[in-house]
Nanobody
């Protein structure tokens, strides 16, 4: 059974840093396109950053230079390091897994991913 469990969400001040994690089970995440997405109240879910099996990444312009995705294949865990956080980064953060080809075709398109976690809340106050 495929399962993704996010953790690490918190409330932080603007300019601060936070790392959220996504523990995968039931599949080998290193073989999939893995991504982080976020959704603020009243807004559509948007892609933040994605990574393929080789470690190549695609980063949304809104977080470029501030957010970094990484993975520990031994732990089957995906991470999102967020620095210089802004109030507009507030939202529910989700990790997702999709077919490997997705990282070439549309890595930041949420509707293409097959598996989703339940999300972890990140709140950035000014």
């Amino acid at each position: 059974q495929v399962q993704l469990v996010e953790s690490g969400g918190d409330s932080v001040q603007a300019g601060g840093s936070l790392r959220v994690s996504c523990a995968a089970s039931g599949f080998t995440s290193s073989r999939y396109c893995m991504g982080w997405f976020r959704q603020a109240p009243g807004r559509e879910r948007e892609g933040v950053v994605a990574t393929d099996s080789a470690g190549s990444t695609r980063v949304a312009d809104s977080v470029k230079g501030r957010f970094t995705i990484s993975k520990d294949n031994a732990k089957n865990t995906l991470y999102l390091q967020m620095n210089s956080l802004r109030p507009e980064d507030t939202g529910m953060y989700y990790c997702a897994a999709g077919p490997a080809a997705l990282c070439v075709a549309a890595p930041l398109a949420p509707y293409k991913y097959n598996y989703w976690g339940q999300g972890t809340q990140v709140t950035v106050s000014s």
